[in-house]
């Protein structure tokens, strides 16, 4: 199998390699509301003054996820990582980019603003300080026909959120699928770890990886989907192991949260996953034991289908890739199929036949 378009590829000299998915950044009309569902889902609030909430995992981020008091709920984009000034100064010169500036918010350090093909903003970060991680249980010991930890003793998770150690990815859908692949893997060097393709070689998902050189990095930390428009998919945080993803289940469920599809064993990645709604219908994944590669591995490239999407778990229903097609999205449809080059009506109808 093969891909029939020149993205997504590794590019062979980036302006700069990405070392992390820092933060996201959603606006949403109500702070209050935000925070029950992200406290409930494992994050604890940072700092909070009115207008802005930041909140951050167990690890050594000072925040990793921002909410922004807005008219209308929407994903805003997303921070990248850079590690040094002279990255942030390339980054600079890009066509549309800020001046690098003095960031005021938790971890402070430094950041370019700009903008990807698609509209997300996207903040180049570097010099945040990094906090004291916060108190959490350690992965369970399991007995297995195997080994056996544990002896005289229980295995009793507690009932409370899992705790989040960090955000590990978010997923994007694109109109301008191309040349919005080109730019995260020209600029911030993402390597893709696995693609699927459509039936004529096109891509449907590319799963990006963090060039961390021989350091391993998560299997995808940005994937990028063809859609008919610029959205947000999902996004995921690492818990600490599969009770934590399964307690979690109970845990929002009881306190009425909506769920979206989960538990299962995805393919691409391998994560045992669990995927929740916020209160605005936006997907959250807790994930656990997901897979790491260092940047030797090749692309793979596979069909994509609806089975390719889990090894194990319930099936994925109907409604988890439904896009929300009202006036304003189907009117993005018609431009968009108009407009951009990656989009035609066969493989749109292609999509909605594997997913619809
Ligand atoms: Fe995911």
Redesign the pocket.
Known sequence: MQLSTPQPARHPAPTTRASALAYLIFDRPDLEQAERFLRDFGLHPVAHDGDLLFLRGTGSAPFCYVVRKAPAARFVGLGLQVDRLADLEALSRLPGASPVQAVTCPGGGHRVELRDPSGFVVHAVSGREPVAALPRRAALPLNSADTTPRVNQTQRPPLAPPDVVRLG?V?LELADYQATCAWYTRHFGFIPSDVQVLPDGSPAVAFMRLDLGDAPADHHTLALAQGFAAMYS?S?YEVVDADAVGMGQRLLRERGWKHAWGIGRHILGSQI?DYWQDPWGDKH?H?CDGDLFTADAPTGIHAVSRDAMAQWGAPMPRSFTKPRLGPANLALLLRNLRRSPDLSLRKLLTLARIFG
Do not use: K
């Open positions: 990815h997923v999902h995921a996953f994944e994930y």
